[in-house]
C-alpha cells in the first residue's frame, strides 16, 4: 500500500529524529511516509556528551548514541546515512541528495518538510588552521579523531581557543588526561554567557586548577613544526606552545541551504519559524533544532541558542503538527548549566549588556552563601548575581558560579522568569529545606531578598 503523503526530513539528529518519531507515533507507514537523510556516520547523538567522552567520564562513544540508524528503521523510518542534501527546490516540493559514497545525485519529492541541519563551529580562517592536531568538537568523529591525536602524541601541552561552555568542558577533560592546559579567550573573562565579575569567578577558579587562562587576546594563527604539525599557538602578544588545540569557539546556524531556497532568516542567521515551528511564509516546511532561532521570553527577542533540550523539544512539536495533531514551543528564557572540575556555572534570563541592548532599567543583587546549611559537612560556597527590573521588579536573570550543588539551583530562577515572576515575589516562594540541602534561606532567594530591596531603594 502507498503512503498517502511523504515526509522529508533534512538531518538525522536531535530535531530531525525526534520529529521523525513523533510522527510516525502519530501516523502508521500507510499514512504517512518518512525519509531522512542525514550527512554523518551517526544518528541521534549526544553531542553535548563529547567532552566526557573526551575526558573518559563516558567510557565507550557508543553510549552517547540514543537511537541507531537500524533502531530509527525498524520503526518504518527511511533513514539513509552519509547522505547529503545539496539543495531544496521549495517550488517543485522536491530535494536533491548525494550519496557519500558512491557520488550519486537524486531528487525526491516531499508533502511536508523539515529542516534539521544543526549548527557549524565557528572555524576562522586563520593560518594553519588546519593542520594536523588541530581539532574542532561537532560529531562522534570529531571526538574520536581527538582521542586518536592525543593518544599518538608525546606531548602534554594543550591550548584550547575560546571559553564558552565547550572550551571549559574540554580544558577539563584534557586536564584530566594529564595535559597542561592553556585556555586563550579574546573575550574579558571565561564564559561570555555570565557577567564579566561573575566570569572572572570562573578565571580565577579554573587558575586554582592548573589551568592558564588568557582572556583578551586574539589568536592570530596556529604555528607548525618541520612535520607539518601544530607546534603553538599565535596571539597578538605571545606565543602558546601546543602539541595539540581544541576549538571551541563557538557554533553558527547551519543554514546555507535554506538561504539558498530563500527561506526567511533571522538577524543571527537562523531559520524564523511561527509558534508551531513551521518556517514562516511555508504551509508545508518546518524547522527545528540549532538551525533555528527562537523568541527570547525574557528580552522579546529573537535569539540564537544551540542546545540539545531545545532541539528535543522543537522536534516533539514538530512531530505533533506534521502528524496531525497540535504543538507549540512558545519561546525560552535562555538556561543553561556546565561545570569545570569542581566548579558548577549557570544562568538563566539576561546578562545586564542584554539588558542594556533592549532598553530594559535594572538593578543587581550580588550574594555569597553555601549550598547546604553552613554548619553541615561538606557545605560548598556560592556566589548568585541577580537582575530585576527597575521600578516593576520583574526578574530579568539569574547567574550562579559555585561548587556541588550550585548550578541546578538556576532551575527555580528559570521556572519564575518563565512565569514572569518579580524578586519579591521570589522571597516568599515555598522552597524545599534540610541541612543536607540547603540552608534555611535558599542561596536563590537571598539574592532576591536583596534585589527586592534595591528595587525599592530605587523607587520601584
Known sequence: MTATERLVIIGGDAAGMSAASQARRMKGPDELEIVAFERGHFSSFS??????????????RDELIARTPEEHRARAIDLRMRTEVTEIDVAGGRVRARDAGTGAESWTGYDKLVIATGARPIRPALPGIDAPGVHGLQTLDDGQALLDTLSRTEGRRAVVVGAGYIGVEMAEALLKRGYEVTVVNRGEQPMATLDP????????????????????????????????????????????????????????PETALARAAGLPLGSHGGLLTDLAMRVRGHENIWAGGDCVEVLDLVS??????????????????????????????????????????????????????????VGLQYVTATIESTSRAGYYPAAAPMTVKMLAERRTGRLLGVQIVGREGAGKRVDVAAVALTAGMTVDRMTALDLGYAPPFSPVWDPVLVAARKASAAVRKEGG
Not at 553531542?47 to 565507550?60: K, L, Q, R, S
Request: some cysteine.
Open 300 to 357: 522579546g527577542r529573537e535569539r540564537h541558542i544551540a542546545l540539545g533540550t531545545h532541539a528535543n523539544k522543537h522536534g516533539q512539536v514538530i512531530g505533533a503538527n506534521v502528524g496531525g495533531g497540535y504543538g507549540t514551543f512558545p519561546g525560552v528564557v535562555g538556561t543553561a548549566v556546565s561545570k569545570v572540575c569542581e566548579l558548577e556555572i549557570a544562568r538563566t534570563g539576561l546578562r545586564e549588556k542584554d539588558a542594556r541592548a
Open 197 to 252: 565579575d561573575m566570569g572572572r569567578l570562573v578565571h580565577e577558579a579554573m587558575s586554582g586548577m592548573g589551568i592558564t587562562t588568557v582572556s583578551g587576546t586574539a589568536v592570530t594563527g596556529i604555528l607548525t613544526g618541520d612535520d607539518g604539525r601544530v607546534r603553538a599557538v599565535a596571539t597578538d602578544s605571545a606565543e602558546h606552545p601546543a602539541d595539540v588545540v581544541v576549538l571551541g569557539i563557538g557554533v553558527e
Open 47 to 60: 553531542a553535548c556528551g563529547i567532552p566526557y567522552w573526551v575526558g573518559g567520564d563516558v567510557g565507550e
